[in-house]
């Protein structure tokens, strides 16, 4: 029975590839989870779509820079639902801002000013990584002690947006 499975199975393999033309390489998912779908450089990353998803049900104006948080989790080596489950507790998601601060993370107690929310989400994911995660608070609760002292329920609000964007694992301790 196992040497049938194994000779079908390695028929459709080699008909599915014959076919479609693709090479092995186009088969497998590289370090960020992207697919390439074809050799025209077509790229879908579930996460942009998890987190659009998201925004909107919270009708969100972060909704269409869900790509800029995913780029800028990957240029700062930080978990991509970070960022915006911060918007989350700080802001309902950016719809309870100082006007024209694109300031949804409580920055400065509120009172920073972004130019634009590219501009917000880089430079908040930048500094989570290098002031915080980088400085010895590598998790939710140690970054909560730094950037919303004395709550004791900011760090734990942060992890419950950031597994409700998406049920992988956290990939700080909460």
């Known amino acids: 029975m196992f040497k049938i499975f194994t000779y079908i199975f390695a028929a459709i393999l080699l008909f599915v590839i014959n ?35 998201f925004l909107e049900k919270h009708n969100s104006p972060l909704v269409e820079y869900a790509d800029e948080f995913v780029n800028s989790a990957d ?26 601060s694109y300031n949804a993370y409580g920055w ?21 990584k290098l002031k915080y995660i980088d400085r010895g608070a590598p998790s939710i609760a140690k970054i909560a002690r730094r950037y919303a002292p004395p709550s004791t329920t900011w760090g734990r609000n942060v992890g419950f947006f950031m597994t409700k964007i998406d049920s992988l694992p956290l990939t700080f301790d909460i």
């Not at 186009?26 to 779908?37: C, N, Q, W």
């Not at 880089?122 to 989570?128: A, E, G, N, Q, Y």
């Open 75 to 100: 240029t700062y080596g930080i978990d991509y639902r970070l960022v915006p489950a911060i918007s989350g507790v700080e802001s309902t998601f950016g719809k309870h801002i100082p006007y024209k």
């Open 108 to 128: 400065a107690n509120g009172e920073y000013k972004f130019t634009s929310w590219e501009n917000s989400i880089d430079h908040v994911s930048k500094t989570l």
């Open 19 to 53: 076919v479609k033309n693709v090479s092995a390489q186009e088969l497998v998912a590289g370090e960020s989870a992207k697919l390439k779908v074809n050799s025209e450089e077509t790229e879908f990353d579930f996460r942009v779509s998890n987190l659009k998803n």
